[in-house]
T-cell receptor, first 112, second 118 residues
Framework: QKEVEQNSGPLSVPEGAIASLNCTYS??????FFWYRQYSGKSPELIMF????GDKEDGRFTAQLNKASQYVSLLIRDSQPSDSATYLC????????????FGTGTLLAVQP | GAVVSQHPSWVICKSGTSVKIECRSL??????MFWYRQFPKQSLMLMAT?????????EQGVEKDKFLINHASLTLSTLTVTSAHPEDSSFYIC??????????????FGPGTRLTVL
């Protein structure tokens, strides 16, 4: 079982719709969860992080965390074509190393 | 957010040569930096964790004698790919973890270095 799993997509949504990106993780002791956006040929850009159960909102983005189900998601409201990218879920590995384990990413395509 | 730079942004070299990639945190100090490699259409794979003033910690399967890491200051880490071969061609990305007040381990990424070995 992979440590961090994401559907590779592509996830296609029309402009203005809500895009829902999902991620599951295997280490129940994981404490911090991150969403990064990566445009083709570029390095990842941090969108937001979450560490408590529930929702965290930042502009058009909402991260949702459910530790009991080992599930974290990212909602993008009013999706724009410029949101088209690969979204990477990353989980902080429990322990002293501060490593992040990345999922394979979900490709989002927002159709104008 | 914190700014991380990498140099060079791309490099083409002949097989057997060595290539050095620099990673700098521009507006913060980074006790810990990370080196990743990303092949086309694949996710980031952590190669090693670079700790200022001590030896790097390499992930399983990464040859420490081939990928030399030096973290001589709180703002600079270098990765040297020694005796590069075509299979080392990849996108190398560093990240830095803000040292102070960072309870959640956010990592900020550099722009990446695309290495092509002929």
């Amino acid at each position: 079982q992979k440590e961090v799993e994401q559907n590779s997509g592509p996830l296609s949504v029309p402009e203005g719709a809500i895009a829902s990106l999902n991620c599951t993780y295997s280490d129940r002791g994981s404490q911090s969860f991150f969403w990064y956006r990566q445009y083709s040929g570029k390095s990842p850009e941090l969108i937001m992080f979450i560490y408590s159960n529930g929702d965290k909102e930042d502009g058009r983005f909402t991260a949702q965390l459910n530790k009991a189900s080992q599930y974290v998601s990212l909602l993008i409201r009013d999706s724009q074509p410029s949101d088209s990218a690969t979204y990477l879920c990353a989980v902080n590995v429990r322990g002293a190393t501060n490593k992040l384990i990345f999922g394979t990413g979900t490709l989002l395509a927002v159709q104008p | 957010g914190a700014v991380v730079s990498q140099h060079p942004s791309w490099v083409i070299c002949k097989s057997g040569t060595s290539v050095k990639i620099e990673c700098r945190s521009l507006d913060f100090q980074a006790t810990t930096m990370f080196w990743y490699r990303q092949f086309p259409k694949q996710s980031l794979m952590l190669m090693a964790t670079s700790n200022e003033g001590s030896k790097a910690t390499y992930e399983q399967g990464v040859e420490k004698d081939k990928f030399l890491i030096n973290h001589a200051s709180l703002t600079l880490s270098t990765l040297t790919v020694t005796s590069a071969h075509p299979e080392d061609s990849s996108f190398y990305i560093c990240s830095a973890r803000v040292t102070s007040g960072n309870a959640y381990n956010e990592q900020f990424f550099g722009p990446g270095t695309r290495l092509t070995v002929l």
